[in-house]
C-alpha cells in the first residue's frame, strides 16, 4: 500500500476517537491456500497481499494478479498458491509526473494512446500504456513458462481500464478484487 505510516496512525487515533475498533490487516506467511514466499512476509504490501487471497478463491490456475494504481503491481501466484514474486513499476500518473518533471522540454497536456505517435502529448501516452502493457506480458511469459501453461491474468485498479484495452493476453477486469481478500479474510476469520 502506498499509504504512510502517519496516515495510518492519524486514522487509527480517529477511529479511536469515534469509539470505532479496528482490526488492521497485514501479509502473512501463510493463509487461506496462499503462501506468501517474500523473504520478509510482512514486507508485502497488504493490497497486494489481499489481492492475492482473492485470486486464490477464483482459480486455482497459475495467476497474474495485476493492480494498476499509484504504481503497478504485477504478481504471480502458482497453481499451488505460492506467491512467486512479482514486480512494481511506476503508475501512470508517476510516469506523467516523472517526465513533467525530469525533462526540460516536454510540455504537453493529456493525449491519446495511437500505434505511431506524432505529437508529444499522444508520445507520452501511448509510452505510459506500452510500458505498463510491457511490463504485464513480460511477466505473464515468465509464469506460462514456470507454469507449463497459460496463467490466468486478473487486473484491477483505478488505472486498469487504460491497459486493458491494449493487453495482448486474455485478461479478466475486475472492479474490487483487493475488497474481495479481504472478505476472504473475515470469512476465514469468521468475523461477518
Given at each position: 500500500?502506498?499509504?504512510?505510516?502517519?496516515?495510518?496512525?492519524?486514522?487509527?487515533?480517529?477511529?479511536?476517537?469515534?469509539?470505532?475498533?479496528?482490526?488492521?490487516?497485514?501479509?502473512?506467511a501463510d493463509f487461506a491456500g496462499?503462501?506468501?514466499?517474500?523473504?520478509?512476509?510482512?514486507?508485502?504490501?497488504?493490497?497486494?497481499?489481499?489481492?492475492?487471497?482473492?485470486?486464490?478463491?477464483?482459480?486455482?490456475?497459475?495467476?497474474?494478479?495485476?493492480?494498476?494504481?499509484?504504481?503497478?503491481?504485477?504478481?504471480?501466484?502458482?497453481?499451488?498458491?505460492?506467491?512467486?514474486?512479482?514486480?512494481?513499476?511506476?503508475?501512470?500518473?508517476?510516469?506523467?509526473?516523472?517526465?513533467?518533471?525530469?525533462?526540460?522540454?516536454?510540455?504537453?497536456?493529456?493525449?491519446?494512446?495511437?500505434?505511431?505517435?506524432?505529437?508529444?502529448?499522444?508520445?507520452?501516452?501511448?509510452?505510459?500504456?506500452?510500458?505498463?502493457?510491457?511490463?504485464?506480458?513480460?511477466?505473464?511469459?515468465?509464469?506460462?513458462?514456470?507454469?507449463?501453461?497459460?496463467?490466468?491474468?486478473?487486473?484491477?485498479?483505478?488505472?486498469?481500464?487504460?491497459?486493458?484495452?491494449?493487453?495482448?493476453?486474455?485478461?479478466?477486469?475486475?472492479?474490487?478484487?483487493?475488497?474481495?481478500?479481504?472478505?476472504?479474510?473475515?470469512?476465514?476469520?469468521?468475523?461477518?
Amino acid at each position: 500500500s502506498v499509504a504512510s505510516a502517519a496516515h495510518e496512525q492519524r486514522l487509527a487515533t480517529l477511529l479511536e476517537a469515534a469509539g470505532i475498533s479496528a482490526h488492521w490487516l497485514a501479509a502473512e506467511a501463510d493463509f487461506a491456500g496462499v503462501k506468501n514466499s517474500y523473504l520478509n512476509p510482512l514486507q508485502l504490501g497488504v493490497d497486494r497481499w489481499m489481492g492475492l487471497l482473492a485470486a486464490r478463491q477464483r482459480t486455482r490456475a497459475p495467476v497474474l494478479v495485476v493492480s494498476v494504481g499509484t504504481a503497478m503491481t504485477v504478481d504471480a501466484l502458482s497453481v499451488d498458491g505460492v506467491f512467486l514474486g512479482g514486480v512494481i513499476v511506476p503508475g501512470v500518473n508517476l510516469m506523467r509526473q516523472a517526465l513533467q518533471q525530469g525533462t526540460a522540454r516536454i510540455a504537453y497536456g493529456m493525449g491519446n494512446w495511437q500505434a505511431f505517435p506524432r505529437g508529444t502529448a499522444d508520445a507520452v501516452e501511448s509510452g505510459i500504456v506500452a510500458a505498463l502493457c510491457g511490463a504485464i506480458q513480460q511477466q505473464h511469459a515468465r509464469l506460462a513458462e514456470v507454469a507449463g501453461t497459460v496463467p490466468h491474468c486478473l487486473l484491477t485498479g483505478g488505472d486498469a481500464g487504460m491497459v486493458l484495452a491494449h493487453l495482448a493476453l486474455p485478461t479478466e477486469q475486475v472492479a474490487a478484487l483487493v475488497l474481495e481478500g479481504v472478505d476472504c479474510v473475515a470469512r476465514e476469520r469468521g468475523a461477518r
